[in-house]
């Protein structure tokens, strides 16, 4: 009997993974070796990390914040000059 759990397929990879059923191997023992080549490849926590991806932040949005650091900065730089707080 062979079990081939071919092509693991991630959002830019794809992953190769073969387990042989030997003879007189109880299902058990094979979904086992089949974890633990699942994990020694890595392949759950890359799909984990690229299941939530991160949207880019607009132009617009980083210039936004951008001012908004460069007004306090002026404002914290203002008050130190004048001897407030």
């Known amino acids: 009997m062979h079990f081939d759990f071919s092509e693991v397929a991630l959002a830019t990879e794809s992953i190769m993974l073969e ?47 951008a001012l908004k650091k460069i007004e306090a900065a002026r404002k914290k730089e203002y008050a130190r000059r004048w001897g407030k707080k």
Do not use: D
């Open 19 to 65: 387990v042989k059923k030997n003879p007189n191997e109880p299902i058990s023992s094979l979904l086992r070796r089949f974890k633990n080549k699942v994990r020694q490849a890595n392949i759950l926590t890359m799909a984990k990390s690229k299941r939530h991806k991160q949207r880019e932040i607009s132009r617009a949005l980083k210039k936004k914040s």
